[in-house]
C-alpha cells in the first residue's frame, strides 16, 4: 500500500485534473447532485485532517471522496434523476454504483487503493450497508469519512424528492446514528466542523 500511495504522489496535479473531468462527466449526466461530489471531496478532506490525518494519506482520501459517486455513470439517467420513490428495482440498480466506480478505477493499476475506498462508502458500522455488509474497522477509514459527509451533504441539498434539511435536523441524525450507521470516533469528531461547514454557504448551492 505504502508503495502505491508513493507512486500516486508524483501524479497527485494530475489526478484533481482527471478528476474533475470525470466528475463533469457524472454532473452532466445527473443534474440534480450538481456539485455533490465537489463538495463531498472538501468536506472529506477536512475531516480526515480533523482526525489527524496528513500527507499522501489525506490526498488519496481526499480524491475518493470526489470519485465517491463515479459509478453513477453507469445508472441510466431515468432512475437517476426520478423525482418519485425508487421502485426495488431501481433502488438495486442505484445500489450498484459502489461496485461500477471500483471497477471504473480498476482499470488504473496505480487508483486500486482510491478503488477501494469508493468500492466501501456505503457500508455502515453495524454492518447493515452494501455492497459487502462490512462492519466497524473491518470499513477503510477512508470509506467511512467518505460515508459521514457524503450523508451529511445528501441531508442539506436539494433532491427531485425533497427539499435540504435543516442544519439542525442533519445534526441531529448524525448524532442519532452514531455507532449504528458512523463510525462513533467520526461522529465526535464532526462536532468540530459544524459551524464551520453551517457557515459555508457555498455548500447549500448548485
Not at 466497524?136 to 441531508?155: N, V
Amino acid at each position: 500500500m505504502v508503495h502505491d500511495i508513493g507512486e500516486l504522489s508524483q501524479n497527485f496535479e494530475l489526478y484533481h485534473d482527471i478528476i474533475q473531468c470525470l466528475v463533469g462527466a457524472l454532473e452532466a449526466k445527473d443534474l440534480y447532485t450538481r456539485g455533490h461530489s465537489i463538495r463531498v471531496g472538501d468536506k472529506t478532506y477536512e475531516l480526515a485532517k480533523e482526525i489527524g490525518i496528513a500527507g499522501e494519506e489525506l490526498e488519496i482520501i481526499h480524491i475518493a471522496g470526489h470519485l465517491h459517486d463515479i459509478g453513477k455513470i453507469g445508472v441510466p439517467d431515468k432512475i437517476l434523476n426520478k423525482r418519485g420513490k425508487l421502485t426495488d428495482n431501481e433502488w438495486k440498480a442505484i445500489k450498484r454504483h459502489p461496485e461500477i466506480g471500483s471497477n471504473i478505477l480498476n482499470n488504473s493499476g496505480k487508483l486500486k487503493i482510491i478503488s477501494k475506498l469508493v468500492l466501501h462508502h456505503h457500508e455502515r458500522w453495524d454492518g447493515k450497508g452494501y455492497p459487502h455488509g462490512l462492519s466497524g474497522k473491518d470499513i477503510p477509514l477512508g470509506s467511512r469519512i467518505i460515508a459521514i459527509c457524503d450523508s451529511i451533504d445528501a441531508m442539506t441539498s436539494q433532491r427531485p424528492y425533497r427539499k435540504p434539511m435543516s442544519w439542525d435536523v442533519c445534526k441531529k441524525e448524525i448524532r442519532n446514528n452514531k455507532g449504528i450507521q458512523f463510525d462513533p470516533l467520526l461522529v465526535e469528531a464532526v462536532e468540530g466542523l459544524w459551524e464551520y461547514w453551517e457557515k459555508d454557504t457555498s455548500s447549500n448551492k448548485h
